[in-house]
């Protein structure tokens, strides 16, 4: 039986201030959970989410982070220093870093062999943008982004997130439908690579992820949890969204 895992990406947005009211928020609504929960807010928020949630069952992660342990790379920050932080996990290969960062599928697979290195977590995202599944590719683009991450074997732990690029921010969901079958899809895909790891790895769906519309994305069989943008900014609609993958 896969554990429930609602993660939420702040990705650049808010304050010292306002991240404080929000996971002081977060800490407040959500008690002991059947459903595993973890917050990614940017780098230089992250201690002060690692310190607030520290008697909670909230963990931390990062956003992204680099594909090298350490060296002259200016700017970047290694998984061994987010671990060292009291981070649990990375976000790695949204499609916001692939599209305004140019990164590749490559170098999303050599990230999640560093953030495994460092004794993390990676939450690998993959996903088609909307001209992608108009022209009936969306399934051969997931394919070669999970293709690509398979450099190393995939194991038991690693989270993959279906994040269609055209249902992020645009308050387009992917019908419940559309979703599990691409989450089926990616499961029939691991199988057939990572036979053991298949039944155990969770996969999240992320898309404009809301209460209301949460409780029917996780009814379906593959999905397993939600990666949360917009609506992980306020702590009442996070913890509703909670609610509905118990
Ligand atoms: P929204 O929930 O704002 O659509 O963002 C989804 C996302 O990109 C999570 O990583």
Request: glycine share 8%; hydrophobic share 45%.
């Amino acid at each position: 039986m896969r554990r429930r895992l609602v993660v939420a990406n702040w990705k650049m947005h808010g304050s010292l201030d306002s991240a404080q009211a929000l996971l002081d928020g977060l800490v407040s609504c959500i008690g002991d959970s059947a459903v595993e929960v973890a917050v990614c807010p940017p780098f230089v928020h992250v201690p002060l989410a690692v310190s607030v949630t520290t008697d909670s069952a909230i963990g931390v992660g990062g956003q992204t982070c680099s594909e090298y342990d350490s060296g002259a790379y200016t700017g970047e920050v290694a998984a061994a220093m987010l671990a060292d932080i009291g981070c649990d996990r990375v976000i790695l290969g949204h499609s916001e870093r692939r599209q305004y960062f140019a990164e590749t599928n490559d170098q999303v697979a050599l990230k999640a062999q560093a953030v495994r290195r460092a004794g993390l977590v990676p939450v690998l995202c993959v996903g088609e943008t909307l001209e992608q599944r108009e022209q009936g590719r969306a399934e051969e683009v997931v394919a070669e982004q999970l293709q690509a991450l398979l450099a190393e074997p995939l194991q038991a732990s690693d989270v993959i997130a279906y994040e269609p690029v055209w249902a992020i921010g645009t308050g387009k969901t992917a019908s419940p439908e559309q979703a599990q079958q691409m989450h089926a899809f990616i499961r029939q895909f691991l199988r057939q690579h990572s036979a053991a790891e298949a039944e155990a790895i969770r996969l999240l769906y992320g898309g404009s992820v809301k209460a209301a519309n949460a409780a029917e994305l996780f009814a379906q069989q593959d999905i397993d949890g939600a990666l949360v943008g917009g609506a992980s900014l306020d702590a009442t609609e996070f913890a509703a969204i909670i609610a509905a993958a118990q």
